[in-house]
């Protein structure tokens, strides 16, 4: 593993982030620990690729809070897409799309 941060999916809604370090610190440092408010999952960063690959290998599969964990290695953000175009949405435009005379 090359990174020091952890993705951790299917988690509880209730689970918060102090039992989130809780939980990680068993396997080394845990420099920070987020959770992605009504989203299911959050991220740890730990002290060294070496614990956090420790903790992805002990905890993934394993059951927290009721739900069975998914833990992988977090990938860095990727930028928006940026669709371009006619940022007021709806149909239509010069290009084809929805036109309602016609139906």
Known sequence: MEGKKLYVGNLSYSTN???LTELFSSYG???SAKIIENKGFGFVEMGTPEEAQA???ALNDTE???RTMRIDEARPMQPRRDFG???T???GGS????NRRRY
Do not use: I, T
């Not at 290009?95 to 929805?98: E, K, N, T």
């Open 95 to 98: 290009s084809g799309g929805f």
């Open 55 to 57: 903790a992805l290998d």
């Open 17 to 19: 982030e102090s039992q």
């Open 64 to 66: 927290f809070g009721g």
């Open 29 to 31: 440092e845990v420099v």
């Open 89 to 91: 949405g709806g149909f």
């Open 85 to 87: 175009g006619n940022r």
